[in-house]
């Protein structure tokens, strides 16, 4: 289950994004967001013994914010 936004809204949803939303991209990674930027996002996609594993995200890559806990249930 996720909310996907219609285009109007999409705008206004990228830019409400925050440090902990739990999100989908365009390309089917889903993740935590650690650090939100100008342009791109942290997004925690995995544990590991060294800590969270990272990437980075372009904004308008997200499709759709998850709503909480539903990471912990993948």
Same mark, same amino acid.
């Given at each position: 289950?996720? !909310?996907?936004?219609?285009?109007?809204?999409?705008?206004?949803?990228?830019?409400?994004?925050?440090?902990?939303?739990? !999100?989908?991209?365009?390309?089917?990674?889903? +993740?935590? !967001?650690?650090?939100? +930027?100008?342009?791109?996002?942290?997004?925690?996609?995995?544990?590991?013994?060294? +800590?969270?594993?990272?990437?980075?995200?372009?904004?308008?890559?997200?499709?759709?914010?998850?709503?909480? +806990?539903?990471?912990?249930?993948?």
């Amino acid at each position: 289950f996720g !909310i996907v936004a219609p285009k109007s809204g999409r705008k206004k949803m990228i830019s409400e994004l925050q440090k902990g939303d739990e !999100i989908v991209t365009q390309g089917g990674v889903a +993740g935590r !967001i650690a650090k939100v +930027g100008e342009n791109y996002l942290s997004v925690e996609v995995a544990e590991s013994k060294d +800590g969270p594993l990272t990437i980075s995200v372009q904004k308008n890559a997200v499709s759709a914010l998850l709503p909480k +806990g539903t990471l912990k249930n993948l």
